[in-house]
């Protein structure tokens, strides 16, 4: 395929004025580059950051948020919440049109709330969504079956695409829709072409309802598996944005070109959480103490200061530790080898098992090189691993999401409040086959069933923060997943863009703003 070389002519700037301003250059191309691969562009049935960072482009949704956590105007002009919590208005602009011309109307925004709903892996997100009214064609009330006080934050561009429905109401499954790979809507670029496992590139929308926007002429976001070749591809000018670096040597290393900025802004809503993921439905992983031995096996400490070479944080528990919501008091499962082997004598294992680990294929500090040192320090308790390696993203997702899997490295994201990003993991109602990123350890407990529900509907932020505190707490000892640190994710950018993506959700967010300067 052609990957347009940026326009960044002489054409392209005007001479700065006299008073020294800053002169933007109007169109122009962005050149994002990514290691993730895309299975398809619909962030209403899939998330992640591969399709999440392109579906914020094509599709707009009913809200936006600034860098504050402050709900802003976008498909809705203005909303309202009801007194009693159970129902929200969306005033909707009158002049959105979806890409092939058709109005964005009530319609679509109900049609697509119970899209998600339905066939999004966050099941909990609109779980309270009981029906959608319409009483005309730019108002949509969203009745709930109990207060949600994650609703707002759910109707944001990373988790609520506004779908087209005189596209996708044709009765085929939304999951395997044809439309994922080639979608319309009504966000500020529109697809050009989709080469899976290569390249997404954007133009954009000259009818978007935002008057003015967006800046850029395209956007592609061009595939780099091999991340060195990344690296090369942003110090030669080749790509522009790397966004979501999580590698100790990526960031050192792109800190030092003159040419580029690199920010830890942008990632505040992400909560992002590497971890050791178990299949308790395996035989030999359904025993809670083979669970525990492992993790008292494993040296949080050694991974994050020497295999990430002291840029990430250790990470204890489900929630993580930035937030207001994290128990200090969870067990951190220091590592303690006699204890580790002691437990797995009890748990009939005394003479060892064999186990296979799985990894994301990509960012090799995060993923690879932990599952490596997973294999050497298990057979210290007397745990033969077997590294299992994917020829690429989707070929893992496929395996974990298929429960085809024993241990597993994850990296789950909190998605700003645990109604959203963290519910989705443990309760059991949430077991969905061939849906990555939901309960895929297959973990259930009616107890933590229980807290979880009462902790989406409480309104008092004291009362939730002492129900997530006994979830914590019980979901350390069932120990479903081995916590290991956060994320320090990183974006690298040419220092000539100007209106780079920093608020909560980073580049998973209408880049419609960003434009070239001098």
Known sequence: MKLMSKLMGAAAFAALSITAAPVFADGGTLVIASTQVPRHLNGAVQSGIATAVPSTQIFASPLRYDENWNPQPYLAESWEVSEDGLSVTLNLAKNATFHDGKPVTSEDVAFSIMTTKEN?????????????????????????????????????????????????????????????SAPIGSGPFMLEEFTAGEAVVMKKNPNFFLEGRPKLDEIIIRIIKDPSALLIAMENGDADMYPFMAGSQEIRRLEKDEDLAVTSEGYAAVGPI???????????????RVRQAIAYAVDREFITKALHRGVSSPQRGPIIESSPYFDESIPAYDVDLDKANALMAEAGFGDGMDLTIDYIPGPKEQQQSVAEYMKSQLKKIGINVTVRAAPDFPTWAGRVGGHDFELSMDVVFNWGDPVIGVHRTYLSSNIRQGVIWSNTQQYTNTSVDDILNAAAVEQDDDKRKALYAQFQQQVATDLPIYWINSLPYHTAYNKKLKNVPTGIWGTMHPMDMVEWGE
């Not at 730019?138 to 087209?164: E, F, G, M």
């Not at 590497?274 to 809670?288: M, P, Q």
């Open 274 to 288: 590497n971890w050791l993921a178990f299949n308790t439905a395996s035989e030999k992983l359904s025993d809670v």
């Open 120 to 180: 999004h892996p966050f099941k909990s997100m609109f779980a309270p969504v009981e029906t959608i009214e319409t009483p005309d064609a730019n108002t949509a009330v969203i009745k709930l079956s109990q207060p949600h006080p994650a609703l707002l934050l759910a109707l944001s561009p990373a988790l609520a695409p506004v779908l087209p429905k005189h596209i996708y109401g044709d009765g085929q499954d939304p999951k395997s829709h044809p439309a994922n």
